[in-house]
């Protein structure tokens, strides 16, 4: 039979962290009392901070198939027609549709205007004056090449032609460069002068 002392420290003394807890206190409170209780919290906090960065919303295009597809084609060609120049330059064969559709093609940026031609007198020799401006369409500078005159006669053959440098040899956005050029005796039969720059064709046919 075994003595019980009252008052005795008992035989193994609890150790601190076997301390039982009260519900609302330690690391994981649970102030519900129940793990459910605790989950539907945890939940509504998540809830909660999803919130605080509301979802985009969802972009739709607002137009059917077949609007959009006759947008796209008009934007198509409103991008063909405005930048024809550079599209004959990566398609040659695109300057005969433009033509077709009488819009001209000009590869260069320069275009003549105010040409005109007058008849004058020097020391007794008759002289074929013809003046002008070269002007500059391009968005970037250009070069400016020579000039080509050609004399017809009233059948529209060229029966003679001569060319001459321009006053500058670079033109900027939106430059005008005048021009003038004198041809002394031109022939009896001279009706008009034709006015461009010389191209390939031209130097190819002057070593022929």
Known sequence: MTDVIDGAPPLVPALEHERQFVPGEGPFPITGGDVETFA???ASKRAKKKRGFPALPKLRWPLAALPTLLLGLC??????LGWRADAVRLLPQTASLYSAIGLGVNLRGLVFENIKTSREIHEGIPVMVVEGEIVSVSRKAVEVPRLRF????????????????PSRTIAGPGDRLP??????????????????????RDAAAGLR
């Not at 017809?152 to 032609?161: K, M, T």
């Open 150 to 165: 050609g004399v017809r006669n009233g059948l529209g053959g060229e029966i003679y032609n001569w060319t001459a440098m």
């Open 40 to 42: 539907r919290r945890r």
């Open 75 to 80: 934007a198509a060609v409103a991008i063909l």
């Open 179 to 200: 021009f003038r050029s004198r041809l002394a005796s031109p022939p009896a039969e001279t009706h008009d002068i034709s006015v461009r720059f010389y191209n390939r």
